[in-house]
Nanobody, 117 residues
Framework: QLQASGGGLVQAGGPLRLSCAAP???????????MAWYRQAPGKQRELVAV????????NYADSVKGRFTISRNNSRKTVSLQMNNLRPDDTAVYYC?????????WGQGTQVTVSS
């Protein structure tokens, strides 16, 4: 239901932008969902990176990415993006897009981000 893209290999200090599309949701459905990005590094638990509420009313970030990452959504296009700046090697992980409304949630397939030092 969610399609993530934009991962890749980048040098430390560089930028990368992730995108997530929800082509199977119609607009009136998409705007009901809080959208988020999670990540999971090897040997670690999946952690919340950033979340943006319905209609983009508010955002929240993990302390480790505050000031470097920005989450945004385009409701008309049914997409959510994660702009990542000043990347660090410890940002290396598989990044997952998530959509949630109440107890209903959906996950994207994950996209690999690798930051070299």
């Amino acid at each position: 239901q969610l399609q993530a893209s934009g991962g890749g290999l980048v040098q430390a200090g560089g930028p990368l932008r992730l995108s997530c599309a929800a082509p199977r949701l119609i607009f009136s459905e998409f705007i009901k969902y809080d959208m988020a990005w999670y990540r999971q590094a090897p040997g670690k638990q999946r952690e919340l990176v950033a979340v943006i509420t319905t209609r983009g009313g508010s955002t929240n970030y993990a302390d480790s990415v505050k000031g470097r990452f920005t989450i945004s959504r385009n409701n008309s296009r049914k997409t959510v993006s994660l702009q990542m700046n000043n990347l660090r090697p410890d940002d290396t992980a598989v990044y997952y897009c998530n959509a949630r409304v109440g107890v209903i949630e959906s996950w994207g397939q994950g996209t690999q981000v690798t930051v070299s030092s």
